[in-house]
């Protein structure tokens, strides 16, 4: 059980286009997720905090009009990278926690290419 | 602001030897703890964990040690094996809110 996945697992796109990131949370109802961000051979950086039909926290330095994220039901959350830039590429990672619980359930990440 | 971090960026340990990875963090208000192991091009694969309230916890083939007094964590993985390779990392948090605060990472490279 506790279960995240996310798609595209791989995405290349061009300068100035959008591209959108779908996490799910396949077996359970999460209330919470997060998305992250990581640099090659980095640590993963918190970018956002979304609650299910609320505004998403974002983190300081994270542009929101930039990374947009949806969290529209329990189980689905999106990060839409707006007008995507080479410097915009990394590994963006997703995780949901159930509500009362500290766990996060990690996806298996998306590797954005911006050319 | 306070971070976690960690000692050594990478480890090398030989196929069946234990391996230990340390990690410092700095605030004292966290109360929870994880360790992570994330293999190449995956998301992170949690481990074990440890309240506040304890300082020793064993799963199968790792223990986690918490000192609160050096604010200290670390990871032991018994009998490394190949399939152990992978970077390692700890993360806090605190009880009231889930918001994970990660430290920088460690390789583990296990040689057979």
């Known amino acids: 059980g506790a279960v995240v996945s996310q798609h595209p697992s791989r995405v290349i796109c061009k300068s100035g286009t959008s591209v959108k990131i779908e996490c799910r949370s396949l077996?359970?109802?999460?209330?919470?997720m997060f998305w992250y961000r990581q640099f090659p051979k980095k640590s993963l950086m918190l970018m956002a905090t979304?609650?299910?039909?609320?505004?998403?926290?974002?983190e300081q330095g994270v542009e929101k009009d930039k990374f947009l994220i949806n969290h529209a039901s329990l189980t689905l959350s999106t990060l839409t990278v707006t007008s995507a830039h080479p410097e915009d590429s990394s590994f963006y990672i997703c995780?949901?926690?159930?509500?009362?619980?500290?766990?996060?359930?990690f996806g298996p990440g998306t590797r954005l290419t911006v050319l | 602001g306070e971070s976690v971090g960690l000692h050594l960026p990478t480890l090398s340990v030989q196929e069946g030897d234990n391996s230990i990875i340390n990690c410092a963090y700095s605030?004292?208000?966290?109360?929870?703890f994880i360790w992570y192991k994330q293999e190449s091009g995956k998301g992170p694969q949690f481990i074990i964990d440890i309240r506040s309230n304890m300082d020793k916890r064993q799963g199968q083939r790792v223990t986690v040690l918490l000192n609160k007094t050096v604010k200290h964590l670390s990871l032991q993985i018994a009998a490394t094996q190949p399939g152990d390779s992978a970077v390692y990392f700890c993360?806090?948090?605190?009880?009231?809110?889930?918001?994970?605060?990660f430290g920088g990472g460690t390789r583990v490279l296990v040689k057979p």
């Open positions: 979304s609650n299910e039909g609320s505004k998403a926290t974002y």
């Open positions: 995780s949901a926690s159930r509500e009362t619980y500290n766990e996060q359930f």
């Open positions: 605030n004292s208000a966290s109360d929870y």
């Open positions: 077996d359970f109802q999460a209330t919470t």
């Open positions: 993360a806090e948090t605190k009880a009231a809110g889930n918001k994970l605060t």
